[in-house]
């Protein structure tokens, strides 16, 4: 997967309707499904079941971000762009939707944009961590390695068992020179389970970069 290091996995979390009608109970299930696949790597299963699901809940801004999620993975930009697009329509304050957008901008290449849109996550969510992580992406594109470091930290912070967080917090500590910071958060990647831990040593060596 394209940079598969530095995509922020958003996690998402379903919410009760209130209604206690059996069938909104049935298509959070649905949902609940389809995440687990695709948390558990199983993204064309996950891709599948929320396609078919958007068809008949076109107002579910959970299964469009979802959906988005699947197509980030499976690198295809322009649906996860439309699918992003869908879930802010219903929702304007979906954080996740909202940085997935973000996400699907800086693949574009469109730096400044993904920013303005991960920065519009943190004011609809101060909390949300992977919001600010995804501006360590950013400014290690830029090579403002201090602002790297320094919302990395933040991001860290709010969420200290995410995997993702800790795996680009590792790197932006070596692109700023801290070899110290470096080689602590890649230690916490590992111990949170990062799946590509040979990723992020490939960086650390030398022999990859995240820098344009």
Same mark, same amino acid.
């Not at 949300?128 to 950013?138: G, K, N, Q, T």
């Not at 594109?141 to 990395?152: I, S, W």
């Given at each position: 997967m394209k940079n598969s290091f530095l995509i922020v996995v958003l996690f998402l979390s379903l919410i009760s309707c209130g209604n206690g009608e059996k069938s909104e109970l049935t298509k959070q299930l649905d949902i609940a499904t389809a995440s687990d696949e695709y948390l558990k790597g199983n993204?064309?299963?996950?891709?599948?079941?929320?396609?078919?699901?958007?068809?008949?809940?076109k107002q579910n801004e959970y299964a469009w971000t979802l959906l988005g999620n699947t197509y980030i993975a499976l690198e295809d930009d322009e649906k996860a762009r439309n699918a992003f697009d869908n879930a802010i329509k219903v929702d304007p304050y979906m954080e996740e939707a909202v940085t997935g957008l973000g996400i699907v901008e800086r693949m574009a290449g469109n730096y400044e944009k993904a920013a303005e849109l991960y920065e519009r996550a943190i004011k609809i969510n101060p909390?949300?961590?992977?919001?600010?992580?995804?501006?360590?992406?950013?400014?290690?594109?830029? !090579?403002? =390695?201090?602002? /790297?470091?320094?919302? #990395?930290?933040?991001?860290?912070?709010?969420?200290k068992g995410n995997p993702v967080i800790a795996a680009n917090l590792c790197v932006a500590f070596y692109y700023a020179g801290d070899s110290i910071a470096t080689? !602590?958060? =890649?230690?916490? /990647?590992?111990?949170? #389970?990062?799946?590509?831990?040979e990723g992020i040593r490939d960086i650390i060596d030398g022999e990859l970069t995240v820098l344009d």
């Open positions: 993204v064309d299963t996950a891709n599948s079941l929320m396609q078919k699901y958007v068809v008949k809940e909390k949300y961590a992977e919001a600010y992580s995804s501006l360590v992406v950013i400014y290690l594109k830029q !090579k403002e =390695f201090a602002k /790297a470091t320094e919302v #990395g930290v933040k991001s860290y912070e709010l969420d080689e !602590k958060y =890649f230690n916490e /990647a590992k111990i949170n #389970g990062y799946s590509n831990l």
